[in-house]
């Protein structure tokens, strides 16, 4: 089954839509969800030799949710210490009726108001084995300020484990971003469903291990089509190939692209498309570039070209390109080519300096339907006018925007990649900070060529190219360490990913 991923405003939709089908209180949601968190925490093996623990609670739902988790460790034994940030007449139901519950069986609450009350907090966190963030979950907007920096840097700073619930304290919810201080938790026990900010930006570094616990919460109506792409989710995806066949039945891919001093980008990505199972690759060069310098695998076929009229031979049989990887941005006939391309409507993955020379003709294309484009957070900023950092804050708005305007597929890279359709978002967190390399994209291209030159949904491209990607790249991790991977070692796995994917692998 696909894992959903939603925005904290699609999670508060959906517990609404669950208070008015089932009948229920939202008392009865926190208990539930309570019930759920504890179950996972159970069933994971995290409270093995937790004698004693200490919950932080916020005033808001999340601390609700901590205040029930906490009288699950109490019936099993667990001594537990709790603590309150804020104010309690801050507190709202159901989180106040739930803390008027536990009361009868925990004793005393302790309240921190101001800095001179975390030396209690310090001393419980040094006494306990476990420690349990209930501080914000999906509520907090902007930075953590004051009293509360000061209790997650207790968290950060404590021996024992740390376990958030929904979303480390700190965290956009949204984004991901981190624009202060945030919870580093050892585990992050999601309700119901994973939220995007437990995926984006800063999200990976703080959460730890990502449970998800199911509280029986039913999904609101209309809800963004936005899924999770996960080692598995493509398995047996690809056919085996047939006996009486040819390499024309698998694609033929035009990769233009290796001005001078960048030929090798091009030849990556023709690589990757052969690796990948393209039946044949062949790079289109400017006739400036240096075609020599950097060597070609003999399965490659190398051409240059001066005119638009130069490739026009080569288009005939193309089913899918790849443009702009070490193209350069001053040679003026770039410019025509790709317009070729989009007006010929030959599927086109569209990275790095394509995505630059797209700019200038961007408003004046015909529909991109058949177009990926691959930005990072940078030249997604540049199509849509706008800074990368508007891009982070909120990637599903300007991803989304570019792809209904001019139809195409986004791929926005990062930490976590975005893949944004006018029907279905796929968010993948696969992949390794090893790829964090020079070339990992010029070889991306080349992967999600291969399979547009096979498929009719370019969504299902990108997506089916961005798994074989990363589990490629994870698997050259494994082999050459992050420091010491480079993009060809992400090419040499390929054909072992694509194994994977075919179901020949678990």
Known sequence: MKKRVLTPEEMRRSDKATLAKKGIREFDLMEDAARAIYGVMEDEGILEDIERAVVVSGPGNNGGD?????????????????FLVGDEEQLRDPARELLDTLRQEVGALHIIRSLADIGLLEKRLADCELAVDALFGIGLEGAVKGVAAQVIDCLNETSAMVVSLDVPSGLNAYNGIAEGKAVKADH????????????????????????????????????????????????????????????????????????????????????AALRSGAGLARILSPAQADSGRTPCPPEIMRNAYAEVSDITPFL????????????????????????????????????ADGLHILQGILEKTPSLEKVVLTPHAGELAA??????????????????????????TVVLKGPVTLIATDSVQYLS?????????AGTGDVLSGVIARFLGQSDEP????????????????????????????????????????????????
């Open 429 to 437: 967190a696969l992949g390794t900070p090893g790829m964090a390399t």
């Open 66 to 82: 901590g205040f029930g988790l906490a009288r699950h460790l109490m019936a099993e034994g667990i001594a537990v210490v709790l």
């Open 383 to 408: 199509l849509h006018e706008t800074t990368s950092m508007a891009v982070n804050r909120d990637p599903f708005y300007h991803t989304t925007s570019l792809v209904n305007r001019f139809g195409a």
């Open 188 to 271: 992050t026990i999601v309700v119901q469903a994973l939220k995007t900010g437990n995926l984006l930006a800063d999200a990976l570094d703080h959460h730890g291990v990502i449970h998800v616990a199911d509280a029986g919460i039913l999904m609101a109506s209309s809800l963004t089509e936005r899924y999770l792409i996960e080692d598995g989710s493509f398995a047996g995806i690809l056919p085996p190939r047939k006996k009486n066949t040819h390499k024309y039945d698998y694609g033929n891919i035009l990769v233009i692209g290796g001005n001078r001093s960048m030929e090798g980008a091009a030849v990556l990505s023709a690589e």
């Open 459 to 506: 969504s299902l491209a990108a997506a089916h190219g961005v798994y074989a990607h990363a589990l490629a790249g994870i698997m050259a991790e494994e082999a050459f360490g992050e420091e010491g991977m480079v993009a060809t070692d992400i090419i040499a796995f390929l054909p072992e990913a694509l194994a994977r994917m075919k179901g020949w692998m678990v």
């Open 316 to 351: 005939q049989k193309a089913t899918a390109a790849a443009f702009g990887m070490g193209l350069g941005r001053d040679n003026p006939v770039d410019t025509e080519i790709l317009g070729k391309l989009l007006e010929k409507n030959i599927p086109t993955v569209i990275d």
